[in-house]
């Protein structure tokens, strides 16, 4: 696996008084001791290491991030700084502006505790990159050393390649080659790095480090941070629910997803920990696609394709679509028609669910973010950038790739793109998916005393006017005429003036 050292827990180094080799590990989306492939590189070559995370709140607000994502990653730093002291390497963390003011305040850390080598694993997004790009420049002028990995995706982004040697554009011949490397490669979950010598010289950060973020508060308490709870939702999602997963996946009324995300999106869990816990219980899974254990395989291929996308076309982090001609859509403007989608008002009982169940916990189901972003897209005829938005400020599993590339396959701006099938019925959906309505009445109150055969078009129930509840505010049919022709008009208007 590109970039992964082979090093395990019984590699490292002993050294006696003071310290001569100190080392950074540089925490950003990797919010864990196991399998952490620049921390086992720190403990390998160096005598000591600190470790670091820097809050960025402007940053985070420019990037839109939801502020219980900011608070899940505090209360998981908790926890690392706990799992690090173990280790003997101090957790601090430090506090500025935005990813401009990062490799300063990287270099300053540096320098007060003599440190000769800064450790990382790599983030793929384009502003991440500049900054590492910068700190990597300034750190090489005072000949300090610096090593970033590929330790997010379980097979590096530049690996899975068509015969042209070129990135996948699409996503089923890239998980036909994605499953033949892994195969070759199996990539294995690593250990725990072995416990270092304390240095009290570095025991000092402790005191200086920043204890609250600068960034609104939103609690995440309902999410537990500890490292059994999160490692036994895994194993027990595995044992109990992954051989029936493509059977309850897309029922929003059951729990029937894994509800990982979160930790992987801040790097309390690896992709290659879900693996291995997966091939624990199903180790013929990826020959029998027909079940659970290769659907939820797929999402998690899902996930690695989104980042590879990112890394090969930059772009896709700069608020463009991956298809150019999509550039010539004529989007809707209409504040009043966002705002009701946003506060789940729209008139469609799945639709509003969905939306009111994002804004009350900072999740939604992945059947229902199709629905809406679907809806906001096509119906609405909105731009996805209003949706992505929208989605990063309120979910807590928020990330740039895995957010950006389901709002551009919902828009029909991304890879793979149908614009003229990928256009969901709401009412359709609610009555596919939940066919009695009871994910509609948990979190639109106003329909609770709807009959079932009337809960997806309420307003025609004989007893509607005593609802409080808004009309539709597009009518379905005639919404996906127009967007399917507003679709063929930017793709005439591409073919025409190439």
């Not at 009701?340 to 009982?349: I, K, L, S």
């Not at 409080?468 to 008009?489: M, T």
Request: with cysteine; glycine share 4%; proline share 5%.
């Amino acid at each position: 696996m590109g970039g992964v050292c082979k090093e395990t827990a019984n590699d490292s180094v002993e050294a006696k008084g003071v310290p001569k080799n100190v080392g950074l590990m540089w925490f950003r989306s990797d919010l864990r001791v196991v399998d952490n492939t620049a921390l086992i590189a720190s403990s390998r070559h160096c005598n000591s290491v600190l470790a670091v995370f820097v809050s960025t709140p402007m940053q985070w607000h420019e990037h839109h991030v939801a502020p219980i994502k900011i608070d899940l990653i505090h209360r998981r730093l908790v926890v690392l700084r706990q799992q690090l002291a173990k280790l003997n390497i101090p957790l601090t963390v430090v506090e500025v502006a935005d990813y401009e003011q990062t490799p300063q305040a990287i270099l300053e850390l540096v320098r007060l505790h003599n440190i000769k080598h800064v450790f990382c694993n790599k983030q793929y997004e384009w502003n991440e990159r500049q900054r590492d790009s910068l700190t990597a420049q300034l750190l090489k002028k005072h000949k300090i050393e610096f090593s970033a990995f590929d330790d997010e995706c379980i097979l590096a982004p530049g690996k899975v390649l068509t015969r042209k040697e070129e990135p996948f554009k699409v996503f089923t011949p890239f998980r036909r080659e994605w499953l033949n490397i892994y195969r070759m490669e199996m990539p294995k979950v690593m250990a725990i790095p072995a416990k270092l010598n304390r240095s009290e010289s570095l025991d000092t950060v402790f005191s200086k480090s920043c204890n609250q973020f600068t960034y609104p508060a939103c609690d995440s308490v309902r999410w537990p941070v500890d490292e059994e709870a999160i490692t036994q939702r895994l194993r027990t999602f595995c044992e109990e629910k992954v051989a029936v997963y493509h059977q309850k996946r897309d029922i929003p009324a059951v729990d029937g997803t894994s509800c990982l995300s979160p930790y992987l999106s801040i790097g309390a869990l690896s992709p290659r920990q879900c693996m291995a816990a997966l091939l624990a219980e199903f180790p013929l899974c990826f020959d029998e696609p027909e079940n659970g254990a290769f659907c939820w395989l797929n999402e998690i291929i899902w996930r690695e394709f989104y980042r590879h996308l990112i890394m090969a076309w930059p772009k896709l982090s700069r608020e463009q679509p991956f298809q150019n001609w999509t550039r010539h859509v004529v989007w809707q403007q209409s504040d009043s028609m966002l705002k009701a989608w946003q506060q789940g008002m729209t008139g469609y009982p799945i639709v509003d669910a969905a939306m009111r169940q994002l804004k009350e916990t900072g999740w939604m189901h992945n059947r229902l973010r199709m629905i809406t972003a679907s809806f906001l897209t096509k119906d609405l005829l909105i731009h996805w950038q209003f949706g992505e938005q929208w989605f990063m400020s309120q979910l807590i599993d928020g990330d740039l790739a895995s957010n950006n590339g389901g709002w551009q396959w919902a828009a029909s701006t991304g890879t793979d793109a149908q614009p003229y099938f990928r256009v969901f019925n709401p009412t359709i959906q609610g009555e596919r998916f939940d066919p009695d309505g009871s994910f509609i009445r948990t979190w639109v109150h106003e329909l609770k005393d709807v009959p079932d055969k009337y809960i997806h078009q309420p307003f025609l129930w004989n007893q509607a006017e005593s609802l409080n509840y808004p009309r539709p505010i597009v009518e379905h049919k005639s919404a996906r005429l127009r967007a399917i022709d507003v679709f063929k008009q930017a793709k005439s208007f591409m073919n025409n003036n190439l």
